[in-house]
Structure formats: C-alpha cells, structure tokens
C-alpha cells in the first residue's frame, strides 16, 4: 500500500557508480573518473556506488581495493551504499550466460589467439599491438544451438547478427554509433581459463544496482556498444553516458599501471586537496576557490556548484 511518508523512489532517481578495477592504487586519470561520476551524482541529487571490478583476478594486486577506498575517502568521495565486490558475484554472471544461451545467442569457441591472428592475417587484416583482434568469425555455427555451458579450455562468445549497428547519446561526444560486426565481431563472454568477462559483469552488475548514468573515461567509449547489446538481450534498461576527456603523459599515452602511473597522493588533507584540484581543472571547472585553508567538504561543495556550468559550457 502506498505509504505518503515513505513514497517509492521514482524509476529515474539518479544512482551512479565507480567502477575501478584493483589493479592499482587510484593516479591522476582514475581520480577524474572518481570525481566527475562523484560530482554528476551530488549535482543531480543522486547516490553515488562504488563497485570493485576484480573479476579478472590474476590481473588484480592484493590490497589495491583498500588503498583505492582509503584514498577516495582522503578526497572525501564517500559511496552511498555497500561496496560490492565482482568476484563475489559470479553467481548473478552465470545466470545472465543461461539465459543468452537458452535464447540461442552462444556459442563454443576453442579459437587460441594465434589462430585468429592467422585467420585475420589471411584476409589480410594486421592488429596492432595493444589492439583487441576482430573475431573473424571461426567458429560461429549457422544454426545456434542451446548448449552445455562448459568450462573445459573453451571461450563462450556472443553471437552477432549481421549488420549490427549500435547508437547511443553521450552526454560530452553526442551521438555515437559501432558496428559491432566490423569494430569486435562475436566477442567473449566467458573467457576460455572459466572467468566471466568484464563486458557481461559490468552489465550486468549496472542493471542490478539500477545505475541510471555512467560517467567514466573516454577509454571505455569504444565498450559502450557492446553493453548496449547486451542490455538490450537481458531485457535491461539503458543508462545514460558520459565519457570524460584522458588524462594523457607525455608521450599523449592515456595514465594506466602499464605506463608507471604514479598514485595520487593523499597523505594529507592538502595534498589530497590539491590533487582534486587538479583532477577539477581536467574536467573543466572553473572559478573554484583556490584558499589553502579550505576543506576538502567545502572545495567539494563548491566543485559540485560548478559542475552545473561545466556542463553547460561543453553543450
Ligand atoms: N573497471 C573498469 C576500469 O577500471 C571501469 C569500468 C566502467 O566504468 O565501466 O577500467
């Protein structure tokens, strides 16, 4: 019955989330991404989750996930809600795999990476290192079938329709579109060591924690399609986007553990400050206080305000 003190909340109140994944202490290019969703989901009134993605446990460093929530509190980023772990949520993964396979859209791949690079090679397609290979479609069946979701030294790959183009709105690029067939062919649900991939538990994981806005650095703009799809299979609903400009080194390589990041530091309130400083300054804001005796509460404050304006100069 409908209680007038406690209405439901409406299916749009804004949740949002940051999702790092414990490969590493936050640096520079991580602390944008903590703050922007940070700030977006203060600016709208909304609870802001934070969810550890170690699902791919052997790239994962012990200890990283509480270094990550020490220094997100040093910068006085404080989730809404539980934290909650990938890895202890392969259960909910799985279930999702059932029922794109019992809906005929998997299929069995024991393709290794040489073999693929082979069959590229021979339709003379070269993948740059770094570079995810398009799967040539080896292994795809012309007649999918439901299937014993084995775990023996097979991938499960998601099979694509033919001409599948993806659009979708984000907030900074505008209208986006892939073609999911000539950017990553039939991609990799479950990887062929038995682990879940990153593309189904992050979708799966934003539509049970009802995250209706995702804002995260722009390189995971080119996995967005690929979420869309899966959303659409699920029967989930679409969050809205907004991928953040990259923290960028020297050499205009993107911050990351491979390229010696070095962690923020957050040793103390003025060093926690003036490293959120410079992550504001990264995303645009403009105007901010720049008093040495400030808290981190009231430069948070202020930087929620200015959020607002950011977002309209971008527009
Ligand atoms: N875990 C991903 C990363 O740290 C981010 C996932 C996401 O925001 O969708 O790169």
Not at 16 to 40: E, I, K, N
Not at 289 to 312: C, F, M, V, Y
Request: charged share 25%; glycine share 6%; hydrophobic share 35%.
């Amino acid at each position: 019955m409908y209680d007038p003190k406690n209405p439901p909340s409406p299916a749009s109140a804004y949740r949002g989330r940051f999702a790092p994944s414990p490969t590493g202490p936050l640096h520079a290019g991580s602390l944008v991404a903590a703050l922007g969703s940070w700030l977006d989901a203060k600016k709208n009134g909304g609870k802001w989750l934070l969810r550890i993605e170690d699902i791919d446990g052997p790239r994962c460093i012990p200890g990283a996930d509480l270094d990550i929530m020490r220094q997100l509190l040093a910068c006085g980023l404080q989730w809404d809600e539980e934290v909650t772990w990938q890895s202890e949520r392969q259960d909910r993964y799985k279930t999702a795999l059932e029922v794109l396979n019992q809906h005929k859209h998997l299929y069995s791949c024991a393709c290794s990476r040489q073999t693929i690079a082979n069959a590229l090679a021979v339709q003379g397609i070269e993948t740059p290192r770094n570079q995810e290979m398009i799967y040539p479609g080896t292994c795809h069946p012309t007649q999918i079938q439901i299937n014993a979701l084995t775990t023996e030294k097979v991938a499960w790959r998601l099979a694509l329709p033919k001409d599948l183009i993806i659009e979708f709105e984000d907030k900074r690029l505008g209208t986006q579109k892939q073609n999911l067939n000539q950017a990553v062919g039939d991609f990799v649900l479950r990887r062929n060591d038995g682990l879940f991939t990153y593309q189904l538990a992050v979708v799966v994981d934003d539509a049970e924690q009802n995250i209706t806005h995702i804002v995260r650095g722009e390189d995971l703009l080119s996995n967005t399609a690929r979420q869309i799809y899966l959303q659409t299979l699920l029967g989930y609903n679409r969050p809205h986007y907004l991928h953040l400009a990259l923290v960028l080194d020297q050499d205009g390589e993107k911050l990351s553990k491979q390229t010696l990041a070095t962690q923020i530091n957050t040793q103390d309130s003025k060093s926690a400050l003036v490293e959120l400083q410079k992550a504001a300054s990264h995303l645009g804001l403009r105007g901010l206080p720049s008093r040495k005796d400030l808290s981190i509460a009231e430069w948070l404050l202020a930087a929620t305000h200015a959020w607002g304006n950011q977002r309209i100069e971008e527009k």
